[in-house]
């Protein structure tokens, strides 16, 4: 793992953040986003200091999930000053484009455009930068892996096995990169039937955890497929917040659990390394 001392020559604007958690998946419409929004605000509700940066250049649904249509602005010092929605600090190119207005980058300045909100960003000190990353294994990826310390990548997939073959090579990606892999999560594992309570796993069952028992990597949980996770994200207002007793937000508070008990597994073992390092 890249140490804090790296992490302050390459991206200065990060020196204060903790840890830097990128959110990625294979595939497309997976649900990533609906994920690092509502892990964003579990960990918050668990008194962390919290950011999230919107990565999706070209399909960035942060705003709309937040319920926010309003500009970046500047700070004094002249840096980019983050959107502050539910405690949580928020940098989109959605805040500059706008919700219709299409974004037409070349691959390369979709990297400069990543590279430059890591950079330019007042983000102040946090305890967690969650970055919620674009489909694949493209130009923002490997920015991203190239720019920040990553404290490790939180991998979301659906239980089909389409969504399971593109997951491996997001994973193996980020292994090349020698980012540590933090867990799987997957979402929209089963529909609860409202009436009869039963489970119906319309994509497939198990999916996610025989991946992760397959790699031999946490699994981190499962979320259910569910319309108010929809609807909250249309509405702009997170299911995490609008059903804060339910078994979606039980999910994502578990998934943050988990999530930082990895994380301190990692710092656990980097300590006792450098114990026993002559």
Not at 47 to 62: F, R
Request: one cysteine or more.
């Amino acid at each position: 793992m890249t140490t804090k001392s790296e992490l302050s020559e390459s991206t200065p604007s990060l020196v204060d953040i903790q840890h830097v958690i990128a959110v990625a998946s294979g595939k497309g419409g997976v649900g990533k986003s609906t994920v690092s929004v509502n892990l964003s605000l579990a960990l918050s509700q668990a008194k962390k200091t919290v950011g999230l940066l919107d990565a999706d250049i070209y399909g960035p649904n942060v705003p709309q999930m937040m319920g926010i249509n309003q500009p970046l602005e500047k700070s004094p010092s002249g840096k980019i000053q983050p959107i502050v929605r539910h405690d949580i600090r928020l940098i989109s190119i959605g805040f500059v484009a706008g919700r219709s207005e299409a974004i037409i980058y070349r691959g390369p300045l979709v990297g400069k455009m990543i590279k430059r909100f890591l950079d330019d960003t007042e983000w102040g000190e946090l305890d967690y930068l969650v970055i919620d990353l674009p489909p694949g294994t493209g130009d923002a990826s490997l920015t991203l892996a190239q720019s920040a310390a990553l404290t490790g990548a939180v991998i979301v997939t659906t239980p089909q096995q389409v969504a399971l073959a593109d997951v491996r090579k997001s994973i193996s990606m980020f292994q090349r990169l020698r980012v540590p892999i933090l867990g799987i999560v997957e979402n929209m594992s089963y529909y609860i039937d409202p009436q009869s309570q039963s489970r119906s796993y319309i994509f497939g069952r198990g999916g996610g955890r025989a991946l992760s028992d397959e790699l031999a990597l946490p699994f981190l949980g499962e979320i259910p497929l569910d319309p108010a996770v929809c609807a909250g994200g249309d509405a702009g207002e997170p299911v995490f917040l609008s059903h804060p007793k339910s078994e979606l937000a039980e999910a994502f508070r578990q998934i943050s659990y988990n999530m930082s008990d990895r994380i301190a597994q990692f710092a656990q073992k980097a300590n006792i390394d450098t114990t026993i390092s002559p």
